[in-house]
């Protein structure tokens, strides 16, 4: 049985994997706000490393899987500031801090929680994107601010789902036998969507969403996806982004792909040196 530590595991979909995972017999370590083993703030250097710390302490320095689903949404009453430094640096910092960790589980895996509002809302303000991507805090909260929450949301999930994949490829990661995914969740019916906290005329919007399904996700559902990445069933999964929506990508993004790969000659140099 593996040891896995779940960010955001009070609420929605980290308390749904956090069930699905314990029935299955695993160790869970959860990490939040409250309600839960470790109390963490990932808004701040300070909690993300004091989580990270309590994390080492818990699990014996030996972590099987993590888990992050620690987030805030565009439409709770938040900035946009402090939205990018929970969901994008409060992620890849704690992801990053234990690293070491899951290097000694030989075969680790990492799940992170991105969006479908990364392919399915206009306007990303790339700037932010771009901010994130250099893991320049101050000014992607400065960016995030200036912004608002509701384009400062797609930019932390798409800088998320790129960091993925970028990082995922490396010997860092997968050369250490750690995999890197993500998944792209669609609308899920959780207190993120459904809360007490939404801006009520903001709210409604949610209503138009379009889901071919023809309803909402349930938490749990995503939390069979979180299980399949974390286990043996998925090895040849790394830098992958699973869109799990009911399938309003496919709607509105059918033949999107491939995109053409067209490299500078710089780009196929190191492509090619990398192999050798
Ligand atoms: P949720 O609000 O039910 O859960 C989010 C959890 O994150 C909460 O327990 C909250 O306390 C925790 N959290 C927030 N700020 C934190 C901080 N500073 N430090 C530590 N923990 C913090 O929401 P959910 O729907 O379960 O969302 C889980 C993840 O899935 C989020 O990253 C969200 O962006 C993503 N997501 C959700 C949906 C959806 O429709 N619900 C869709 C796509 C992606």
New binding site residues.
Partial sequence: MATYVI??A?????AASRSKLESAGHTVIG???GQTDIV????TAG?RSAAAAAIDEASGGVVDGLVC?????SLSRVTGGKLVA??FF?TVDLVTALKPALERARSASVVV?S???TTTQPGIPEKLVTACLDHDESEAVRIGDEVTPIPAYPAS?LALAWWIRREAVRTEWIGKGIRLNAIA????D????N?GDLDPELAKSLDFYPIPLGRRGR?DEIAAVVEFLLGPGSTLFCGSVVFADGGTDAQLRQQDWPAEWTPTADELTRHFQAKT
Avoid at 40 to 43: C, F, N, T
Avoid at 190 to 193: I, S
């Fill in positions: 960010t955001g009070a609420s929605g979909i980290g990490v939040d706000l963490a703030d990932l808004s909690g689903c620690a987030g805030l949404g929970v969901n409060g929680i969006s479908s509002s999930k969740p669609g609308m899920i959780t207190p993120m969507t809360g938490p």
